[in-house]
């Protein structure tokens, strides 16, 4: 089975840094992963879709990445065994709410050699350790360390966020539209980010501004609901 290894990101697109995250109430986790001296106890952040849990965590793989060292991320319904390999700084966990038998144990197994070998963890989830429909010793685990209740963003916030966003794409993102967007749509910033790529590429492709009409037009094409 290959060790899985994050690639460096590269493209157009801003990479999910620390810089690029807006904490909103989830000052005290971006904080503490900024400051995150390795290896130190294991880190878990719980919260609903959209609330920047992924977001930080390849943020900090990031940050690892651009000190030179090899980060390790298996998620929910990767192929397992999960190996460590000997030259990782850090092991990411995502979705652990999902992991089925064979995930448990791979990510049990992988918590025990990180631990001996003095690999950092972090992990994320759904839902708090306690919570988690997990075997009782990796629950326990993923407990053990720094955990930190992650909330998504206000709607002032989200508002601030598409409306730097746009401005980083050069679009003009007027009140109608961001009111469109956000009486109309999931409210996660997952979502509404996917939703202005989408709108960006289309605007693009027929040398229009973004308007309420041009959303439409767009949703009506994709044969989703305007």
Same mark, same amino acid.
């Given at each position: ?11 157009f ?13 989830n000052?005290?986790?971006l ?8 290896p130190?106890?294991p ?5 609903p879709?959209g ?5 930080l965590?390849?943020?900090?793989a990031h940050?690892c990445?651009?000190?030179g060292q ?12 999960w190996p460590?390999a ?7 966990l995502?979705?652990?709410d999902e ?19 003095g ?16 075997? *009782?010793? $990796?629950? !326990? +685990?993923?407990g053990?360390g720094?955990v930190?209740a /992650?909330?998504? #963003?206000s709607?002032a ?5 598409l ?6 794409r050069g ?7 961001m *009111?469109? $967007?956000? !009486? +109309? ?7 509404? /980010?996917?939703? #202005?790529?989408?709108?960006d ?6 040398a229009r ?5 041009l959303?439409r037009s ?8 305007p």
């Amino acid at each position: 089975m290959p060790m899985k290894q994050i690639p460096l990101a590269i493209g157009f697109d801003p990479l999910p840094t620390f810089e690029s995250f807006l904490p909103g109430a989830n000052g005290a986790a971006l904080e503490h992963l900024r400051r995150l001296a390795m290896p130190a106890a294991p880190v878990y952040l719980w919260g609903p879709s959209g609330s920047g849990k992924t977001h930080l965590l390849h943020a900090l793989a990031h940050a690892c990445q651009q000190a030179g060292q090899r980060v390790g991320w298996f998620s929910a319904g990767d192929l397992t065994p999960w190996p460590l390999a000997p030259d990782w700084s850090l092991v990411i966990l995502d979705r652990c709410d999902e992991f089925d038998e064979a995930a448990q144990q791979a990510a049990f197994a992988l918590f025990v050699e990180a631990a001996t070998e003095g690999v950092q963890l972090a992990a994320a989830g759904r839902l708090p350790p306690v919570d988690l429909a997990l075997r *009782d010793d $990796l629950r !326990t +685990r993923l407990g053990w360390g720094h955990v930190f209740a /992650m909330q998504p #963003l206000s709607e002032a916030e989200t508002r601030a966020a598409l409306r730097r966003e746009g401005d980083r794409r050069g679009i003009l993102l007027s009140d109608d539209v961001m *009111d469109h $967007l956000l !009486t +109309r749509f999931p409210r996660d910033l997952k979502h509404l /980010m996917n939703l #202005l790529d989408r709108l960006d590429e289309y605007a693009l492709s027929r040398a229009r501004a973004v308007t309420v009409p041009l959303v439409r037009s767009m949703l009506v094409e994709e044969g989703a609901r305007p």
